[in-house]
């Protein structure tokens, strides 16, 4: 594998199912990045980690939870999702000790919220 | 805080023409900036970066962009359109040495014509 993989990439669940999305970034990077891509509205970052540690919550509901046990790993956790969830979901990363923070993109993960 | 603002949500352009997708930033410090490409049902990809070198960036598949200070923009350009160039662009701020965040534009999309 090479660059940043995102599983599953299309997830249909209920409102009361419990699911998680995963990325792994093979890249050697410390940084990581959950972001939401809704039609029709600019891309929302949601959380993100660095050495393992977040940094940053966007005021994301606690039913997204995310988990970073390393730096190459990235999950986020669903739970109770309401139908406007439905949206692509985005992981990125990058190397924080570069001059410029750019992010490396997966393919998303589809969530259709039933 | 920085911000971006991309000028037109939808550009069209004729098979072989100039393409221009408009990119003006907001930043109390020198920004860095970036270029990134979506195709349907995919992530994003970096196309370009500008990070204080050269103000003119070369990217890949033949696009190019322009730092101008003066107007506080980042225009992305290519000589001549391809249909695989048919995407969504969007442009992105940062701040050197500030933190990991990129600062998305809504992003436009690009239709080519045949």
């Known amino acids: 594998e090479t660059g940043v993989t995102q599983t599953p990439r299309h997830l249909v669940m209920g409102m009361t199912n419990k699911k998680s999305l995963k990325c792994e970034q093979h890249?050697?990077?410390?940084?990581m990045y959950w972001y939401k891509q809704s039609a029709k509205k600019p891309l929302e970052l949601m959380f993100v980690y660095n050495f393992k540690e977040q940094t940053e919550n966007n005021s994301v509901p606690s039913r997204f939870s995310p988990e970073c046990p390393n730096s190459s790993h990235l999950f986020l956790h669903l739970h109770t999702l309401q139908p406007e969830d439905s949206a692509l979901y985005l992981c990125a990363s990058s190397q924080s000790n570069q001059v410029a923070y750019e992010q490396y993109f997966g393919p998303g993960t589809r969530l259709t919220v039933t | 805080a920085q911000s971006v603002t991309q000028l037109g949500s939808h550009v069209s352009v004729s098979e072989g023409a100039l393409v221009l997708l408009r990119c003006n930033y907001s930043s109390s410090v020198p920004p860095y900036l970036f270029w990134y490409v979506q195709y349907p049902n995919q992530g994003l990809q970096l196309l370009l970066k500008y990070t204080s070198a050269a103000t003119l960036v070369k990217g890949i598949n033949g696009f190019e962009a322009e730092f101008k200070k003066s107007e506080t923009s980042f225009h992305l350009t290519k000589p001549s359109a391809h249909m695989s160039d048919a995407a969504e662009y969007f442009c992105a701020v940062s701040e050197p040495f500030g933190n990991e965040k990129l600062t998305f534009g809504t992003g436009t999309r690009l239709t080519i014509i045949p």
């Open positions: 890249l050697g990077h410390n940084a």
